[in-house]
DNA sequence: TCCAATACTTACAAAAATGTAGGTACTTGC
DNA sequence: GCAAGTACCTACATTTTTGTAAGTATTGGA
């Protein structure tokens, strides 16, 4: 996200993306959406980004004012973060991802299910041809 | 977006991710929102991507069936950009992205000024505190 | 014959994002 | 003294994304 834009002149959406634009970032909004959490909680959370992506990206919504970040003095250390009033704003588009994510996996699903279907009954006309 | 996905398992935001994940991808769906386009509108309303970008970037969405390719057999070649039926499904998000972009522009630029002021205040201090 | 116009494509280069492996600090409990 | 537990950080390597510059096809018109 390294992008030079202007505040004045930019296109809206694309104002959208320099916050929420990371390949993480819109998931770990989400987890925090529900309710503060731990780091490790948010890793357990996000099994397929690395402990340095997922503080990167914290650390980059942290900036923009997303989140906020609180730290126990503890041993061994607890991290809380979680969503702030501004950060919740951005509420409305993380659900209608949420939302159609959830169709567009059924869709594809279903797809490959209908895949492995019609291959299968391919199998079997192979095999009668052969017979045959 | 080179994901290893299961769409099983796989959380709702990442699925959707994985179609409108590409840096002009909200922006090109944005703009077909709002009607069918020609390539070099496309460019002209994205200013800052590169033809080669928007080329490829509108080639996947063609593969995920948001948008619809049409090549009018004519020379000079005219060949124009519409979303899908199921492509419009993802206006919500886009939607909520324009508007949320809005917003944080506005904010952003009252912080610019903001810091402006402060900065020529802080510029009559120094004077003040030179000449007295 | 050469140019203009459009929507690309291709090869190559640079930049950005992401991943890997290791290390750090601190204190409690064995 | 040593391992455990947490939330990192750092250097480095790799992958992915994006950009640059040039070339392609077609045909009507100067």
């Given at each position: 996200m390294a992008r030079q834009y202007n505040?004045?002149?930019?296109c809206d959406v694309e104002a959208t993306l320099t916050v929420?634009?990371?390949?993480?970032k819109p998931i770990l909004i989400c987890r925090l959406l529900s309710g503060k959490k731990r780091f490790g909680e948010l890793c357990r959370l996000a099994p397929n980004a690395t402990e340095r992506m997922i503080t990167l990206q914290l650390r980059e919504l942290e900036a923009d004012g997303v989140i906020k970040r609180t730290v126990h003095a503890e041993v061994p250390p607890r991290v809380e973060y979680e969503v702030t009033e501004y950060g919740r704003s951005l509420q409305p588009i993380i659900m209608a991802m949420q939302s159609w994510g959830k169709d567009f996996k059924t869709r594809k699903y279903a797809e490959e299910e209908a895949a492995e279907a019609a291959d299968s009954e391919h199998e079997d006309t192979n095999r009668k041809a052969a017979n045959g």
């Open positions: 505040w004045k002149t930019g929420i634009g990371g390949r993480w």
